[in-house]
């Protein structure tokens, strides 16, 4: 385990597998995540890591094995349980996923919707309190001043800073981001990833990514997580990996030589 700030255990995986159909999503896969850490998870497309982000806010129920996250018991949760667990997880996705005809205000308003016992039509109607802690956060990810902007006249980068905020006035225990930058250029990658890591640990989140860039995961996670046909395959610091200790992730394995190796050995 690397050495965090403050070592609460957040996330809890153990010996998770998913299925579907006959596919074996996620095979036998344990993982803790802590407090203000950020975890980066690689691995080929199909090795299962989006899988395992939406078995962590039960999108996915998992075929076996248990989930806790924040101390509730994902695997077991009824379904208001499961929506107080996504209040307090807030979803980061590759393509922001923003309403493009409202505001960046508007938009940084709907993460608070969960604390709120009616809808809001503008952002006129939420409380006072609300709008000055949702220009708080455009503050924070550095786009106060598009606050009255359309959602979708923003740059890609821009938008994405934006979807974060927004998830930040969720007031999330836990942050999961399925590629944030996939749909970026490597500038505004770096600083969408930047921005990631500051409020993991300025604000004490927890942070779970998935990435294709080895080089952006080196450098910006606590931790890298590595996946293989659904098996974890590796799960080290990232403080002293090379890119060469994390490439082995990315060899593919046939599944019938694999059989016939274990079978030659035995
Ligand atoms: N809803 C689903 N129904 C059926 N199979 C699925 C479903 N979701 C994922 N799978 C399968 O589970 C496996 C893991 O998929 P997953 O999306 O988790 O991979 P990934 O590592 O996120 O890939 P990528 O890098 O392309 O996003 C794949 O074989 C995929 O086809
Ligand atoms: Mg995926």
Known sequence: MSAVAGDDLVVLASNVTKRFGNTLALDDVSLEVYRSEMVVLLGLSGSGKSTLL????GLHPVSSGTVEVGGT?????SSTELRALRRNVGFVFQHFNLVGRLSCLENVLIG???RLKLPRYGALTYPKRMRAEAIKHLDRVGLADFAER??????????QRVAIARTLMQ??????????VASLDPENAGVVMDLLFRVCIEEKLTVVCTLHQVDL????AHRLIGLRNGQKVLDRPAVGLTRDDVMGIYQRVDPAAAESASRTTL
């Open 54 to 57: 939406r078995c962590l806010n």
């Open 73 to 77: 018991r994902v695997d077991q949760a």
């Open 112 to 114: 608070g919707l969960g």
């Open 150 to 159: 359309r959602a979708d006249t923003l740059s890609g980068g821009q938008q």
């Open 171 to 180: 007031q999330p225990g836990l942050l999961l981001a399925d590629e944030p």
């Open 217 to 220: 995961a080196l450098g910006w």
